[in-house]
């Protein structure tokens, strides 16, 4: 149980690639935090099957006192916040991908909002309890997206090359203090969004990108939860301001 009693705030937690980190990180003995703006019931239930602890704390983490207010709320119930897994972003929701020029500005902003304002106050929302503890595991969740350059998603590999230099600067800020960040980088994961966007015929096909993969097989959500508890433990003390890149292949930096 390498995270036996941590405790790990996963935004983005109630269904796809964010459940199964929250479900990770309980497996090795994490309490989790389930954050999402959707109610995360089906997750924390998920992990109690499993003999897990977790508890469900709505959160719209575009909204600065949305994310004070869990995090005060999660430091109350636990004393602490160990680590925590920056993955709520819109992506789905943007289907059917558009021309550059094609993106209104109300879609932009939105966009930067959630994926990149939404990682920068949930980082500033935790530093205060980790720098007291003197220890924390920051995970930033970024795509290959930004590797490859991916047409019709200007917006969306935008924000995630953002998330990767904000992931270099602030591990430059908090390394003294115990606190590693960085940043995890998927390819075209089979989430249950991405699936149903496909069974819709406007998502891509996961095969033809595969054939572009070193490990030429359609991604899925388990492929990244290694690296996810990896980062979050003391196995990972060493390693800050990194991008780990976890396609299969796809995109070689």
């Known amino acids: 149980m390498q995270l036996k009693d941590k405790v790990a705030v996963v935004t983005g937690a109630a269904q796809g690639i964010g459940q199964a980190y929250a479900l990770g990180l309980a497996a090795e003995g994490a309490r989790v935090i389930v954050v999402d703006v959707q109610e995360g019931t089906r997750t924390v239930e998920a992990i109690a099957q499993a003999g897990g602890s977790a508890v469900d704390i709505p959160t719209d983490v575009s909204d600065e006192a949305s994310v004070r ?53 949930c980082c500033k929302a935790v530093v205060p309890t980790m720098r007291r503890q003197r220890y924390g595991r920051i995970i930033n969740i970024s795509s290959s997206v930004f590797w490859r350059g991916v047409p019709g998603f200007l917006h969306y590999a935008t924000t995630k090359a953002g998330v990767i230099g904000l992931t270099r600067s602030l591990s430059r800020e908090l390394g003294e203090y115990g606190i590693t960040v960085n940043s995890v980088a998927p390819g075209y994961t089979q989430s249950e969004g991405v699936i149903r966007v496909q069974k819709e015929g406007i998502g891509q096909d996961p095969h033809e990108i595969a054939v572009s993969q070193a490990i030429p097989r359609p991604q899925v959500p388990q492929d990244l939860v290694g690296t996810i508890v990896f980062l979050a433990s003391d196995a990972s003390a060493f390693i800050t301001g990194q991008a780990i890149v976890v396609d299969g292949g796809l995109a070689m930096n």
């Open 69 to 121: 207010s869990m995090v005060e709320a999660t430091v109350r119930q636990f004393g602490r916040i160990d680590v925590l897994v920056n993955n709520a972003a819109l992506f789905v929701a943007l289907y059917p991908l558009k021309d550059f020029d094609q993106i209104t500005v109300e879609e932009w902003d939105r966009v930067m909002a959630v994926n990149l304002r939404g990682v920068f106050l």
